[in-house]
């Protein structure tokens, strides 16, 4: 295994030796790493002296550890131009050819590449940071816990991981630098949002619940990875000339992956439907297990947090009876524009997941669709512990619309899965354009035929017939 990482190290120094060389990339990664550290170093002495005033230390104890971070993550963002210019920098220079020319194998350039554009950004972030810790010693204003450290090396490096693998992704897809950095905002912002959530977790010192952030950004950058060494094509990388964005190709691919072979409605639905549906059989299989997984995450949840009987007062759900249908039908309950509003809202919800799930290789997509029966889980756990059966609460519930529903989740969920799929794994003979735009067609087609139809039914059901099923399950009569 060293022997068949050596020529990939071999690049790692190359391209270390060339940033090296250029100013422009070291001088503001020096004043990030000098000047910024100790501005945060000033803002902390300020903020300690003000609050320190009023007798609230908790709050700048809190405060700092939060600077920490910061001083950590600006390096990485403005270090990651050496990223983005990787492959795309070469192909614009033209220098790209007799590195593409070499005997390494496409994984051993692409790995080569990563590890040069990681090694010099990790490397000011923590530089940054121990510039920052020495000021605040120094002055005798904080000393963090040796975990702490720990736990802050390794989110910088899990950051630092993710955001480069993503820029070396986007640089190899594109021809040109400029391309590129317009490119990275799609890799800032997210990580930018995920740096404010770590935040209000740091500020409210919830420091365990950070690791999962680690353990989650570790995987994240496994399948970065797995997906730019996937899609690595040095034939494509040559021969592409220019990027632009051609609609009316995009159209025809997806007009023929829509309408498949079929010439007529019927045929559409005879062969491409069923088609369809054996290409979605096994991110179908996983979808079911992930639902009854994020059912029994639900349920566990509630001894977990230790919630009481009488928390929530569900105890009263066993005093539902017939007076309560007119309360249902001020919700909109038992008229027609009450399954529309139904029908809208979970078409909605499918068409935010599929939006959330193209932007993060399906994660939040699945999480949105399982989040519902997780929470109807939560519930019934709660209420087995004011004696309500949890099986006849979650039927109550989800019966008799979910004969409907559940199957409609699974196979959006299955359509969101294969996006992200096709993205991790080139199809032979397409380009990732091309393979993601049959991903689509096979989205678009399985929600009209299939999905569409069956929350329609299930919101018939949900409006005119469940509200009875939940009195007769659960009420006194």
Not at 379 to 403: N, Y
Request: aromatic share 10%.
């Amino acid at each position: 295994m060293l022997a068949k990482l050596r020529p990939a190290w071999i690049i790692t120094k190359r391209e270390l030796k060339d940033q090296l060389r250029d100013w422009r990339i070291l001088l503001p990664i020096a004043i990030l790493t000098l000047f910024f550290p100790g501005l945060m170093n000033y803002t902390a002495n300020r903020i300690i002296g003000f609050v320190e005033q009023y007798g609230a230390s908790l709050i700048a104890e809190r405060f700092i550890p939060f600077l920490l971070m910061i001083v950590s993550f600006f390096p990485i963002t403005v270090s990651l131009a050496i990223a983005l210019e990787s492959f795309s920098g070469e192909t614009e220079r033209r220098s790209i050819e007799p590195l593409l020319g070499s005997p390494l194998a496409d994984w051993q350039l692409y790995l080569g590449k990563l590890l040069a554009s990681l090694i010099l950004p990790l490397g000011a972030s923590y530089l940054g940071m121990t510039v920052y810790l020495w000021g605040l010693m120094r002055d005798g204003r904080w000393a963090p816990e040796f975990s702490f450290l720990v736990l802050i090396a390794c989110l910088a490096a899990v950051q630092a991981l993710v955001m480069v693998s993503g820029a070396v992704v986007v640089s190899t897809q594109t021809t040109s630098v400029r391309a590129a950095n317009l490119l990275s905002s799609f890799i800032v912002v997210p990580m930018a949002l995920l740096l404010q959530g770590e935040a209000v977790i740091m500020l409210w010192a919830e420091y365990d619940v950070l690791w999962w952030f680690v353990a989650g950004q570790v995987m994240l950058a496994a399948v970065l990875i797995r997906m730019g060494i996937a899609h690595f094509n040095r034939e494509e990388l040559l021969g592409r000339e220019i990027d632009m964005i051609n609609f009316r190709w995009m159209g025809l691919v997806f007009w023929r992956a829509l309408r498949g072979q079929a010439h007529t409605l019927r045929e559409w639905f005879a062969r491409e439907l069923p088609l369809t549906l054996r290409r979605l059989a096994l991110p179908s299989a996983w979808m079911t297990l992930l639902l009854i997984a994020g059912m029994s995450i639900g349920m566990a949840a509630v001894k977990a947090m230790g919630i009481q009987p009488d928390a929530l007062n569900l105890s009263e759900v066993s005093q539902l009876n017939e007076s309560l249908l007119d309360d249902f039908r001020q919700f909109g309950f038992f008229t027609v524009g009450g399954v529309a509003t139904i029908w809208w809202h979970n078409l909605r919800a499918v068409a935010i997941a599929t939006l959330a799930g193209i932007f993060t290789f399906s994660v939040l997509g699945v999480i949105f669709l399982v989040l519902p029966l997780s929470l109807i889980s939560f519930l019934a756990g709660a209420a087995s512990l004011g004696g309500i059966d949890p099986v006849t609460f979650i039927l109550a519930f989800t019966m008799p619309h979910g004969i409907f529903e559940v199957p409609a989740m699974i196979l959006s969920g299955a359509a969101i899965l294969r996006m992200g799929a096709t993205l991790l794994t080139p199809a032979k003979g397409e380009t990732i354009g091309e393979a993601f735009i049959r991903a689509i067609a096979d989205w678009v087609r399985i929600i009209l035929a299939v999905v569409a139809p069956l929350f329609l039914l299930a919101s018939i059901l949900e409006v005119y017939f469940s509200p009875h099923v939940a009195i007769l399950l659960l009420g006194g009569g």
